[in-house]
């Protein structure tokens, strides 16, 4: 019973580090923070897509800077855009009933308190397979709200 338990907590420890070592794909701007956050609404909605939540990331740890002791401005405008898409979720986990762990798919934008005027807008990325089919769709999202295509 014993080493059931220790080798289950190794496999969640190994998850978790997997997890921690994922990446991201960025791209940076000089457009206002606006006009990336509209791009992006636009781009997800284009795709015939739903957005499910808006996090104002940068406003939250601004309001709670110094309930938490600290006195560092990380963010101008920071926010991170939630949504899915039922036809290409549909199809991923199809492929691995285990990929719902990448739903929903999330885009962030956020201007640096030290970089005024450079917008960054990214995503994770995805594993090998079926997920890279998302992290396309992202791609194509993130770069028709910058209009880098």
Same mark, same amino acid.
Request: contains cysteine; aromatic residues 8%; negative net charge.
């Given at each position: 019973?014993? &080493?059931? #338990?220790?080798?289950?907590?190794?496999? %969640?420890?190994?998850?978790?580090?997997? *997890?921690?070592?994922?990446?991201? =794909? /960025?791209?940076?701007?000089? +457009?206002?923070? $606006?006009?990336?956050?509209? @791009?992006?609404? #636009?781009?997800? &909605?284009?795709?015939?897509?739903?957005?499910?939540? =808006?996090?104002?990331?940068?406003?939250? %740890?601004?309001?709670?800077?110094?309930?938490?002791?600290?006195?560092?401005?990380?963010?101008?405008?920071?926010?991170?855009?939630?949504?899915?898409?039922?036809? =290409?979720?549909?199809?991923?986990? $199809?492929?691995?009933?285990?990929?719902? *762990?990448?739903?929903?798919?999330?885009?962030?934008? !956020?201007?640096? *308190?030290? /970089?005024? @005027? +450079?917008?960054?807008? @990214?995503?994770?990325?995805?594993? $090998? @397979? !079926?997920? +890279?089919? =998302? +992290?396309?769709?992202?791609?194509?999202?993130?770069?028709?709200?910058?209009?880098? $295509?």
């Amino acid at each position: 019973m014993k &080493l059931s #338990t220790l080798t289950a907590a190794i496999a %969640l420890t190994a998850t978790a580090v997997a *997890a921690n070592a994922q990446e991201m =794909v /960025t791209y940076t701007t000089d +457009q206002p923070f $606006e006009d990336v956050a509209f @791009g992006l609404e #636009t781009a997800i &909605l284009n795709e015939g897509l739903v957005i499910d939540h =808006v996090s104002h990331v940068g406003e939250m %740890l601004e309001r709670t800077r110094a309930d938490v002791g600290s006195d560092v401005v990380l963010y101008k405008q920071a926010d991170a855009y939630s949504f899915c898409s039922a036809t =290409v979720s549909r199809e991923v986990m $199809e492929a691995d009933p285990m990929n719902i *762990a990448y739903c929903p798919y999330d885009i962030f934008i !956020a201007e640096h *308190a030290d /970089t005024p @005027g +450079q917008v960054t807008i @990214g995503y994770r990325t995805f594993p $090998e @397979g !079926a997920m +890279q089919k =998302v +992290q396309a769709l992202l791609d194509g999202i993130v770069r028709a709200a910058i209009e880098a $295509e």
